[in-house]
Structure formats: C-alpha cells, structure tokens
C-alpha cells in the first residue's frame, strides 16, 4: 500500500512535466508520457507556475498533461500531482499559501487538467509567516470537498512539516502525506539556490525521514545529468577542468561519489545514472524519484532503474565511500 489512497499505485520513478507544451513541444511531451505509461509508469508532476518563466509558458504543463490524460483515456491509470502556493515569480518572497490564492491556484489547475480531483496536492512553497495549522485546514478543506486527495509539502523545512502535522493529529485532520525536497546521490556545490526557495534534502532531514517513515517524494533526483554519459567519460579522464554537465553539483563529494557509482554500475550492469536513482529508491523509508527529460531514452533508462535492489551497505558505501 502506498502513501496515497488512490486506486492506482504511483510508480516509484514520478514524471516530471515542468515544461512540456513549452520547451518541449506538444508532439514530444506526448511521445514521452506514452512512452513513460507503456514502461509503467503512474506517477505525473507538475505545477501551477509551470512554465511561466517562458514566453505563454504560464500553465502550459498542467493544459498539455491534461490534454494527453483526455486523448489517450489514460486519467484512471495516472497518479496526478501537482503544485499550487508558489508565490509570483516577480515577488518570490512573498506568501501565497492564504485560502484565498490555494483556492485560486486549485481551481486553475483542475481546469487546465481537465480533472475533478488531483491525487496529491503539493504547497510548492511554505509561508513560514502563516501558522501551519491554518494552512492544513485550508487543504483538509480542500479534500473534505473531494477537489484534492492527499497533499504534501514541497520545499518545506523539516519543522513546519512536524508543525503541520501534528496540528492536523490534534485536530483530527489529514496532514502532511509527504515531503518534496530536492534530492540526489550528487551533493550540491556550496551556493545559493538557482531559484528561490528550492530546499535540498540534508543528512539530518534524510535520518528523520528514516525515524518517522514520511514519504519522501525526491525532485532533481538526476542531479541535473550529473550520472549521464558525459560526466561518467570526464570523471573516467581524470575530471579535467569543469564539469560537463550540473556544474552545480560538481564537488569532492559528488566526484567521489559517481566514481563509486561507476563502479558500481560496471559490477552490476547498470548505468551510473540508474545506480543513482536505486540510491534514491533504496532507502528505509518510502521513496519516489522525479525525473525530469526530453529523451524518451532517459525515460526508459529511469523505470528501469526500480528494478535495482541496493543492500544497506551499498547505499552507505555510495554516499560515504570505504569506511
């Protein structure tokens, strides 16, 4: 059984669409959501922002995956999630998680989804100003009216999801189903974030994961390309200069770390990439992976990977090395 209380079990790897109708045309969007249901694919993502940093970008992800559940009939063989609370790219520090804006950004997006209910409803950002237990009324309110099923939080620290849920046990309430961090076997360079607000999975947080077993829902979990073929020939020659691709990524970590994953691989007959995402899928607690590609060859090569099975020590010796 899953996190989810849905008909159909999500799939481990969870398709990301941030772009699809936009960068990625219609006619490939749809080549690869077939492409990911004809390899098992259940589990879709988007969001209500999405894409509106493109020219008549702004909710052409969730119009073009709710154009492609219609067509292909596919709505009952989908796990639909997607993302309301983002605040206006022009004030990203602003809240947006009043009743108001959550009910505005929900009803948006059934209407491009062309849906009755999404799945699993995701705050795409906290509003650390607002109470959480105000927040989990709005969406308990939400789902009592049946427009949501579960929802989470996305980019929400470790203790307003504790704040979240236990108002929501206090008050008997449906609370946090799961966290969205981003998260990869590759350790983010030291920096700020490309976009504000994204949160990155740390240690600490991975082990309460492991303590309380709350679903983790894992974005960037390629790391941008940081396992793909180029990086794996530039780490095999050394690591001379920059890295090739996710140059954001690159550090003494995530170098030690895909050369293991090369290793790995080669025992195993795997890609680098794939052992990545079983790091991910091979946790002691509940995991999914997002994927986010405009290769239908990625695709394949990610519903693969669930197929992996990684000891405790393995994952250790993939993240920390020979101890």
């Not at 804006?101 to 209407?111: I, P």
């Not at 939400?142 to 979240?164: C, D, H, K, M, Q």
């Not at 998260?183 to 999975?201: H, K, Q």
């Not at 794996?232 to 090739?244: C, M």
Request: charged fraction near 20%; include cysteine; hydrophobic fraction near 40%.
């Amino acid at each position: 059984m899953s996190f989810l209380n849905t008909k159909v079990e999500p799939s481990r790897i969870c398709l990301g669409a941030a772009v699809y109708g936009t960068a990625i045309n219609r006619k490939q969007s749809f080549a690869l959501l077939d492409t990911f249901a004809a390899c098992g694919g259940t589990f879709l993502d988007t969001a209500h922002i999405y894409a509106a940093w493109l020219p008549n970008g702004q909710g052409m992800s969730e119009r073009t995956l709710g154009e492609w559940l219609r067509v292909t009939g596919m709505r009952d063989r989908m796990v639909v999630a997607t993302k309301g609370g983002h605040p206006p790219l022009d004030d990203v520090e602003a809240g947006a998680c009043s009743r108001a804006t959550l009910e505005q950004h929900l009803s948006e997006s059934l209407r491009r989804l062309e849906i009755d209910t999404v799945d699993l409803y995701w705050l795409h950002r906290d509003d650390p100003a607002r109470p959480a237990g105000e927040i989990v009324e709005t969406l308990a309110a939400f789902a009592g009216e049946g427009r949501i099923g579960a929802f989470g939080g996305s980019n929400w620290t470790w203790p307003r999801l504790v704040e979240a849920n236990e108002y929501a046990r206090a008050h008997h309430l449906p609370g946090m189903a799961a966290s969205q961090p981003g998260w990869a076997l590759a350790d983010r360079a030291p920096g700020p974030s490309p976009v504000a607000g994204m949160l990155y999975l740390d240690e600490a947080t991975r082990r309460k994961h492991v303590g309380t077993g709350l679903p983790l829902v894992a974005y960037t979990s390629q790391a941008r390309g940081y396992f793909g073929a180029e990086n794996v020939q530039w780490a095999k020659s050394g690591f001379p200069g920059t890295a090739p691709r996710a140059p954001e990524y690159d550090s003494q970590v995530s170098r030690g770390r895909l050369m293991r994953s090369i290793e790995l691989a080669n025992q195993m007959g795997y890609t680098p990439n794939q052992i990545a995402l079983a790091y991910i899928l091979n946790q002691p607690f509940p995991t999914y992976a997002v994927i986010g590609t405009s290769r239908v060859e990625t695709v394949k090569e990610a519903c693969a990977a669930v197929k992996i099975r990684l000891t405790v020590d393995e994952c250790a010796y993939l993240r920390d090395g020979a101890t």
